[in-house]
């Protein structure tokens, strides 16, 4: 069973486009709520739930994330830049995870993964915090050899391959290629002994695809989830997506 970690960000996307300043202080009382739309993705079938507060909070707000803590019932998942005031927010919150992921202001969502190796120090003192803590750490990666090596160097328990660009070259020559680097680097990953997730990108066709990836753990899904959920329903959304998750399977 690959497991599937539902992503919200959108879900407060959507709300902050009409209730930007109202909520941070009337959190749920505002819609649409990003914690109803995790409560239903679980009641659905999501083994977890992810949010990314992002500095510019642009989305995700942090009372937002303490209403998450107090109230779902599987796993939180919180994205983070490798920041000090993101470290201090994640010991207090104590998510059971976290992704640490770039951050750039001016990006429209994540563009790349994040460079282990150029912030070597940081990224190995920010995994001693989380450990520390009971906190499990995943890395969200390119599928690049030395990214790769390096997470496990450094103790990181999880990566997060970046399916972004494979999913953007879909529809696109260089598909295969990007199928096989994530192939690869899962492979290598698993032979670390890392556990392998993955995501960015992941939609209701190119899923079919992605699950045959070896060694998956759990997929992070937002914005295909968020958008399906307009037509359908969040529940619906969420159930057909682990469907397709792991069609193979059943
Ligand atoms: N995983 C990580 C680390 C991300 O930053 C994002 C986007 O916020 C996702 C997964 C989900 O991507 P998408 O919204 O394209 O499904």
Not at 27 to 45: C, S
Not at 159 to 171: F, I
């Amino acid at each position: 069973m690959i497991l599937l970690g539902v992503n919200i960000d959108h879900c407060a996307t959507l709300r902050q486009a009409r209730y930007r300043d109202a909520a941070e202080t009337h959190g749920g009382a505002v819609e649409p709520d990003p914690v109803a739309f995790a409560l239903t993705a679980e009641r659905a079938g999501a083994d977890g739930i992810t949010v990314h507060l992002r500095e510019d909070r642009r989305h995700i707000q942090e009372q937002d994330v303490w209403r998450l803590r107090e109230s779902i019932a599987t796993r939180l998942n919180l994205e983070m830049a490798c920041t000090p005031a993101m470290i201090a927010f994640a010991l207090k919150l104590k998510p059971e995870y976290v992704c640490v992921v770039p951050e750039g202001r001016q990006e429209v969502t994540t563009e790349g993964g994040l460079d282990v190796v150029a912030n070597r120090k940081r990224v190995a003192d920010c995994i001693a915090a989380m450990t520390g803590a009971g906190i499990k750490t995943s890395l969200f990666i390119d599928p690049d050899a030395a990214q790769i090596e390096l997470a496990a160097e450094l103790g990181a328990p999880f990566v997060e391959l970046h399916t972004g660009a494979y999913a953007h070259a879909y529809y696109t020559r260089k598909r295969a290629a990007e199928f096989k680097r994530l192939r690869v680097g899962a492979k290598r990953a698993h032979g670390l002994k890392l556990f392998v997730n993955a995501g960015h990108g992941i939609n209701y066709v190119n899923i079919a695809e992605v699950r045959t990836l070896p060694h998956l753990h759990e997929l992070n899904i937002g914005h295909s989830l968020v958008s399906r959920a307009l037509f359908c329903g969040a529940a619906e959304a969420v159930r057909e997506m682990k469907g397709k998750m792991n069609e193979a399977a059943k």
